[in-house]
């Protein structure tokens, strides 16, 4: 039996993770199951894979989780150190899902337990990835990358020598805006951001995939977990999503990874590595879907690609910043403060305000340098939000 633990089993990537395991009942052992408001969702997940423990990130959600699990015999704690605690539960493999900055502390928890983590939650490569990479070599834990495009070109590189690598392309469908008049996007709304052409993913992501934060994330995501110089890292815009990523090599070969828009396929390459085995994704047909298209993005329609190089050259703590200041941003974008193109102005006004801090440059020392710099770049970007409605 696998031990396995779930953080974020409530969201998009959680959901997929919980059917993949609830196919095979007899091969796990859920250890933790974790969410945030949803304890319905939540507590019929942890029933329905008999976890031993439920934990929701909000203490004022536990007396609801307490009562929606009474009588099963699942324990239920609630709270950030009770994801902590949960991720020092001894498992064999665990789901980084929890979205954003969050996400961080608890995976990195879990590295030092030696479990394999399977990191959906990009942000914590992004904000971390040095100290969550040494992590794991010192307890001997292994990360599988989740996200579709990393878990494309990880499958590229089995039986290669990164050292032959000479580029990785990552493809982005162009999100929910890719063919709207420029002038146009500063006027997309909320809801016209939070749909996607080819993915259904939870609303922060769908949103950051029509920004290109998401790709801009993945941008650094994809430099910290292969090693690989920034300039080796291409973006392209393949609108239909079928081409995840693509692996260039020195004697001019270029492998592709093809699938279907289906998370399960790279949640459930991570949870049977190194085997592979049937999952219950969507062949693709070729000759009925004809054609793939490709085109560069456009930089004036994605800022964001260019600000994440920006992060890649000066790297140290300016991943931690350029996340910390895009959830700020994305924050102000859903409570209606901002629009849709002045996130990209506040997480470059917050970048820039920084700039002058000897610190953004510095590698962290500890995930506690991690913190205070993500703390200190939300405040900025706060600063640059209000800067920006006070003129409207
Ligand atoms: P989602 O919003 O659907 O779910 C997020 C989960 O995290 C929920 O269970 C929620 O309760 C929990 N959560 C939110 N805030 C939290 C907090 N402060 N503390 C603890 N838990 C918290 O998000 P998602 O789309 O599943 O994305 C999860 C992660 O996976 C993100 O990092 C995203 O970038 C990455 N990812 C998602 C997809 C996808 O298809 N959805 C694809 C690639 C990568
Ligand atoms: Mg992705």
């Not at 959906?120 to 292994?142: C, D, F, I, Q, Y």
């Not at 070109?153 to 580029?167: S, Y």
């Not at 910043?321 to 996130?343: P, Q, S, V, W």
Request: some cysteine.
């Amino acid at each position: 039996m696998r031990r396995v633990t779930i953080f974020g089993a409530t969201g998009s990537i959680g959901e997929n993770t919980v059917d993949l395991i609830a196919r095979r009942p007899e091969a796990y052992e859920v250890v933790a199951l974790t969410g945030g408001r949803n304890v319905a969702r939540l507590a019929r997940q942890a029933m329905a894979l008999r976890a031993r423990l439920a934990v929701t990130c909000h203490p004022e959600c536990h007396a609801d989780l307490r009562e929606a699990l009474a009588g099963t015999g699942i324990e239920t704690a609630a709270g950030p150190d009770a994801l902590i605690e949960a991720a020092d539960r001894p498992a064999d493999w665990v789901m980084s899902g929890i979205v954003g900055a969050a996400g961080l502390a608890p995976g990195f928890r879990a590295l030092r337990h030696g479990s394999t983590l399977a990191l959906a939650n990009k942000e914590s490569l992004v904000t971390a990835g040095p100290l969550l990479m040494a992590e794991a070599r010192a307890h001997g834990a292994t990360i599988l990358p989740v996200d579709s495009e990393h878990s494309a070109v990880f499958q590229g590189l089995v039986g290669e020598d990164i050292a032959a690598v000479e580029r990785i392309v990552i493809t982005a469908s162009g999100g929910a805006f890719r063919d709207w008049p420029l002038e146009r996007l500063a006027d997309a709304t909320l809801a016209e951001a939070s749909t996607h052409p080819n993915w259904a993913m939870g609303q922060r992501i769908t949103i950051d995939s029509a920004s290109m934060f998401n790709k801009s994330l993945e941008l650094i995501e994809t430099r910290e977990f292969f090693g690989v110089e920034p300039s080796r890292i291409e973006v392209v815009i393949h609108p239909e999503s079928l081409v995840h990523a693509l692996v260039g090599f020195r004697d001019g070969a270029l492998m592709a990874h093809l699938g279907p828009p289906d998370m399960r396929h790279a949640i459930g390459y991570a949870l049977n590595w190194p085997e592979r085995a049937d999952l219950p994704v969507a062949r693709l047909d070729l000759a009925a879907i004809g054609q793939l298209n490709f085109h560069a993005p456009d930089p004036r329609r994605y800022p964001a690609l260019a600000l994440a190089r920006q992060v890649m050259e000066t790297r140290g703590l300016a991943g931690a910043a350029f996340n910390a200041a895009k959830e700020c941003a994305l924050d102000a974008f859903i409570a209606g403060r901002i629009g849709f193109t002045d996130m990209a102005r506040v997480v470059e006004a917050a970048l820039d305000s920084l700039a002058g801090d000897p610190g953004l440059g510095i590698p962290a020392e500890n995930l506690d340098t991690v913190f205070a710099m993500d703390h200190l770049a939300r405040v900025r970007a706060g600063e640059a939000v209000r800067a920006l409605t006070a003129r409207t």
